[in-house]
């Protein structure tokens, strides 16, 4: 499975965003799919992701801000994020699970990653 984020660049505060991911190869095996971001000097963080079926996991200091749904085809994951501040400012990673549980097993496929920056 490979997977390709886009759709980062400057935005200013305030402003709102969508990053796209794009999975490609054995998609049918992945039952998550999902962000996760790392803003500069800082740990990984979980954002949301996506299970079969449809349920979404929000980190919940972010959920009223940002939004992830499939696209078609439906291997394609968007995430809509509005009101950004700097602190917004990371690189924005699409991640992807065989396993339902990711919270146990973890992700399996990462993508490269897309920089969002929130700057004026």
């Known amino acids: 499975v490979q997977l390709q984020a886009s759709g980062g660049g400057l935005v200013r505060p305030g402003g709102s965003r969508v990053i796209s991911c794009e999975a490609s190869?054995?998609?049918?095996?992945?039952?998550?799919m999902g962000w996760y971001r790392q803003a500069p000097g800082k740990e990984r963080e979980f954002v949301a992701v996506m299970i079969s079926g449809g349920h979404i996991d929000y980190n919940d200091d972010l959920k009223d801000r940002f939004t992830i749904a499939r696209g078609l085809p439906k291997n394609n994951l968007y995430m809509r994020m509005n009101n950004l501040s700097p602190e917004d400012t990371a690189v924005y990673y699409c991640?992807?699970?065989?396993?339902?549980?990711?919270?146990?097993?973890?992700?399996?496929?990462w993508g490269k990653g897309t920089l969002v920056t929130v700057s004026s």
């Open positions: 991640a992807a699970a065989q396993n339902i549980d990711y919270i146990r097993h973890g992700m399996d496929f």
């Open positions: 190869g054995a998609t049918s095996s992945l039952n998550a």
